[in-house]
């Protein structure tokens, strides 16, 4: 076995030095053109506000619930630009950041909210087959790897708890031999499978698929198109750009991690910024040497974990680790590259995969997620019911934001359905705090995770108390 990059008087970083600062799936020459800008006076049935996931769902649904609706979807840059074409192209059936967190605050539900979630992954399959969408999409589910021993131990006893509450269908532990046998790191100590709760896929081209769907069912489409303000206007609302206005009877809003269009929802996320690296292709003998004969997404258990997959061309993708919450929660694109974590990410490869000495990094790359204090997306309506927005998908938004499109959509209808009757879609997370507070909250409790990472999982007081008052973080 190859030494780490540890022993070998190299710290990794030399893999990055031909490392593009841009993200791998945007950086195609297949990207499609952008729609023109918005000039002049539009009105429509239903606008639609940010042309990422969120958006791209609730426009292709609302045409799909109703053909003869007139829809507009405005985008601030281009479609997938931002975090929808930066992501790791996990699509999790998960609606709520995991079955953890979904369990804990929503215990009375968790079964009804797991069987949506398992139908949303469906429906998105059969979405990308019916439409025609080329995004390598593949149910290849993901393993969740202990790296420590008492990670082996938690994942174990929460396998053994999920059998007991019937949550498990699906789910396998593997011992450190059967995890190593799908994907071989002298550093995996154990894993639980999730064999059917996962997609794999390429998150640009989903993206660009969408539009592309969008455009064919009759949703006009105008990128570089920011949106600059938000007004009542008679029975609708009115939404003013660089260069025109758009009158609309109703108004979805998916901005998320941006700040929104209605103010007082902005204290409820703040953006944290997460970074990424893609390998170069890897040959037959690197394939061989990490055994990594699937396409399974997998991520460690640790607090302060890694998240990692192949591409369809044989390329790794390894990202995680730090989480990085700018003072004063502003979305700038001088965040976007954070080289002490591209360092840090390549230091952690290597120790992970000694068997890749030699491999190149080709992309290095980050972005904002918007998250919120209970680590998944909530909903609401504005304007006395004219205006809804769903936000705060915490990273895990690639497969939950189709779902919160139907939410939205439902709140404008103004229908009570499975889905507006659950908890988790009528009850709200606690706001942030303003600064310095919110700095000084988020410090200390990444602080406290990485100490738990190195304590043998021991969470301190100040974890004990958010996890007392459901602010708990998992990851």
Known sequence: MARSAEHRGDDGTRALREALPVPYWLDDPARPRPEPALTGAESCDLLVVGGGYSGLWTALLAKERDPARDVVLLEGREIGWAASGRNGGFCAASLTHGLPNGLTRWPGEIARLEELGRRNLDEIEESVQRHGIDCDFERTGEIDVATAPHQARELEDWYGEIRRRGLADGMEWLDADAVRAEVD?????????????????????LAWGLKRACLALGVRVHEHTPALGLRPHGAGMAVRTPYGAVRARSVALGTNVFPSLVRRVRPYTVPVYDYALMTEPLDEDRMAAIGWRGRQGLADSANRFHYFRLTRDRRILWGGFDAVYPYGGRVRAEYDHRPQTYARLARHFFACFPQLEGVRFTHAWGGAIDTCTRFSAFFGTAHRGRVAYAAGYTGLGVGATRFGAQVMLDLLAGERTERTELEMVR????????????????????????????????????LRTLDRFGLGFDS
């Open 185 to 205: 790191s002298p550093t995996f100590l154990g894993g639980l499978y999730d064999r059917r709760g996962v997609a794999m896929l390429n998150p640009a081209k």
């Open 427 to 462: 009850a709200r997370p606690l706001p942030f705090p303003p600064e310095p507070f919110a700095w000084s909250g988020i410090a200390l409790t990444q602080w406290s995770l990485a100490r738990a990472d190195t304590h043998g999982g021991r969470r301190n007081l100040w």
